[in-house]
């Protein structure tokens, strides 16, 4: 059950963080974000945390040495 939720969070996220970067950019126009570089700033951050959930998923490259 947890690795659907972080599955789902993380696809959200990158989601968001992407159309909240393409607003920021000013390439889809028409909303009060349009142009304004927080809600690039806010956009970038979440899609790099909504990828590191994603990535975390896989174990993260840990290895198990004993």
């Known amino acids: ?11 959200i996220l ?11 950019l000013n390439i889809l126009p028409g ?7 927080m809600w690039l700033a ?3 951050i979440l899609t790099l945390v909504g990828a590191w959930l994603l990535f975390s998923l896989r174990g993260g490259g840990r ?3 004993r």
């Open 1 to 11: 059950m947890k690795r659907w939720i972080t599955t789902i969070g993380g696809i």
């Open 42 to 44: 806010i956009g970038i």
């Open 63 to 65: 290895v198990n040495v």
């Open 31 to 37: 909303s009060f974000m349009s142009g304004q570089t």
């Open 14 to 24: 990158v989601a968001f963080g992407v159309l909240w970067i393409l607003q920021g």
